[in-house]
């Protein structure tokens, strides 16, 4: 087996911040290391790639350990959105950019963008409904295809 | 660490070649260094990213990320990738004669 890494696929699979930023994140580094790389949008994780969504991408504030509050606190109407523009400021001071701009350029740097086709089915959407730097909407079984010879990191 | 022979001159390189001493580089070097990265010839639109990348090695302490290099160099995400597919921060610092970038984004 070679010991570089040429090619990987990456599942976004949650629709959450914390559920989309590392695989764009990992997509992006790897592209800056020269992997190809194909991105593969499934269930929640499609409303990165939804052109009315992806601009409201929220962190879930229920049921997260990780942000170390009380559950109650966590659905208290309004502090899901606090708590998104609170970590997209953080996020800001690092130069991470917002999830379209993000999507935009990692598209630039020529990364394939695909939609789940059973995702898409099972929520009634089409092509129009996704940001147009998504290549396609693929099946499971084309997803392979393209996987083969690299490795998948699901997300 | 090891060295190789650019031209006439022996430089000292990480293993993943990258200068160790940016200083034993030299504008004359970007020819070869860029043929051995795959790059033949090295545009004028190669030699201005890779001069960027220099300016801010010295002036940051750090070659700059694809991001930043795409914010600040006047060229495009898009055509750094063109310029350098296998990887525009990366390879260029390789060519500039200077650590590798680091940095997430």
């Not at chain 1, 629709?15 to 020269?34: K, T, V, W």
Request: one cysteine or more.
């Amino acid at each position: 087996m070679s010991d570089t890494l040429e090619k990987i696929s990456i599942i976004i699979s949650k629709g959450s911040l914390d559920g989309i930023y590392p695989g764009l994140i990992m997509a992006n580094g790897a592209r800056a290391e020269g992997i190809e790389v194909n991105l593969f949008f499934t269930f929640f994780g499609l409303d990165a790639i939804h052109a009315k969504r992806h601009e409201h991408i929220k962190i879930a504030t229920v049921g997260n350990p990780g942000l170390h509050m009380a559950t109650w606190a966590g659905g208290i109407p309004g502090v899901s959105s606090i708590m998104t523009h609170y970590m997209e400021h953080k996020m800001g001071d690092l130069d991470i950019p917002p999830i379209p701009e993000f999507l935009e350029m990692i598209s630039d740097t020529g990364a394939g963008m695909y939609a789940c086709k059973a995702s898409v089915d099972l929520f009634g959407l089409q092509k129009s409904d996704f940001i147009p730097t998504v290549t396609d909407i693929i099946t499971v079984g084309e997803f392979y295809e393209m996987a083969a010879g690299g490795q998948i990191l699901f997300t | 660490m090891t060295t190789t022979t650019v031209g006439t001159i022996e430089v000292e390189v990480t293993d993943d070649g990258f200068f160790v001493d940016p200083e034993q580089w030299n504008d004359d070097m970007i020819p070869e260094l860029a043929r051995r990265e795959g790059i033949d010839p090295a545009t004028d639109d190669h030699v201005k990213v890779i001069r960027f990348m220099r300016t801010e090695y010295f002036d940051k302490g750090t070659g700059p990320t694809v991001r930043v290099l795409g914010k600040t160099s006047g060229v495009s995400v898009k055509e750094l990738y063109q310029l350098f597919p296998k990887g525009p921060a990366k390879v260029a610092a390789r060519i500039a004669g200077i650590p590798k970038p680091r940095g997430c984004i």
